[in-house]
């Protein structure tokens, strides 16, 4: 079992920037690729970003260049750094373990000015 925990969420305005955490819990982590994903009102849920237990990571094409995935295997942290945020970058952001069915509760970002 895996209980992941989102932070850094918020509101920010358009241009602005966030950091998103994700805390892992257990010994697993550092073998197990972890995602990004996001759920804007009415839409599905979308991957984001992903990240290897080796560090390799995949972006949503259009995401690319604003959004960086990183993670630190000595803290079981996941993070998210995101920039030049946009109006349509307002969702719920979850992380999750890839391959398995384990996923945070979610952080709200809400990109307005």
């Known amino acids: 079992q895996v209980h992941l925990v989102e932070s850094g969420g918020g509101l920010v305005q358009p241009g602005g920037s966030l950091r998103l955490s994700c805390a892992a819990s257990?010994?697993?982590?550092?073998?197990?690729?972890m995602g990004w994903y996001r759920q804007a009102p009415g839409k599905q849920r979308e991957l984001v970003a992903t990240i290897t237990s080796g560090g390799s990571t995949n972006y949503a094409d259009s995401l690319k260049g604003r959004f960086t995935i990183s993670r630190d295997n000595a803290k079981k942290t996941v993070y998210l750094q995101m920039n030049t945020l946009k109006p349509e970058d307002t969702a719920v952001y979850y992380c999750?373990?890839?391959?398995?069915?384990?996923w945070g509760q979610g952080t709200q970002v809400t990109v307005s000015s």
């Open positions: 999750h373990v890839e391959g398995r069915s384990f």
């Open positions: 257990g010994s697993i982590f550092r073998f197990y690729a």
